[in-house]
């Protein structure tokens, strides 16, 4: 892992307050070079301040450092209030249907998020 890529995961590391917490776990979701889930993350993430930041620190992670850090982060909103999770949740699912095609790993991710965050057993 290179330099950036730790600083990367260190920052994330660090990430707990909701919009922070919001911005980077829909990061991780964004198709690769999706237009439309883009701006549906921009929509998503315009009321946090360091949502651009975060997205830079998504970006930067290596492949490998993905789906645990997804992971770490949905377990993390479970410390959160209800309607900050269920306000997750759909902001997941716009920015999921915002390209007009759910992939399977779209469908998996949802359910992971659903069971870390205590919505579903």
């Known amino acids: 892992m290179n330099e950036a890529e730790q600083e990367?995961?260190?920052?994330?590391d660090r990430l707990n307050g909701v919009q922070e917490l919001r911005a980077a776990t829909l990061a991780l979701l964004l198709p690769a070079g999706s237009k439309r889930a883009s701006r549906a993350w921009k929509l998503e993430c315009a009321g946090s301040t360091r949502a651009v930041q975060v997205r830079e620190w998504v970006q930067a992670l290596p492949a490998t450092s993905r789906l645990p850090t997804f992971e770490?982060?949905?377990?993390?909103?479970?410390?959160?209030?209800?309607?900050a999770r269920q306000a997750l949740l759909e902001a997941t699912r716009?920015?999921?249907?915002a390209r007009g095609v759910t992939r399977p790993i779209d469908r998996l991710h949802w359910l992971e998020m659903r069971?870390?965050?205590g919505e579903s057993t």
Not at 8 to 12: E, I, K, T
Not at 94 to 97: F, I, K, Q
């Open 8 to 12: 990367a995961v260190d920052q994330l």
């Open 72 to 83: 770490a982060l949905v377990s993390r909103m479970r410390n959160h209030p209800l309607d």
């Open 94 to 97: 716009r920015v999921m249907a």
């Open 115 to 117: 069971q870390r965050m």
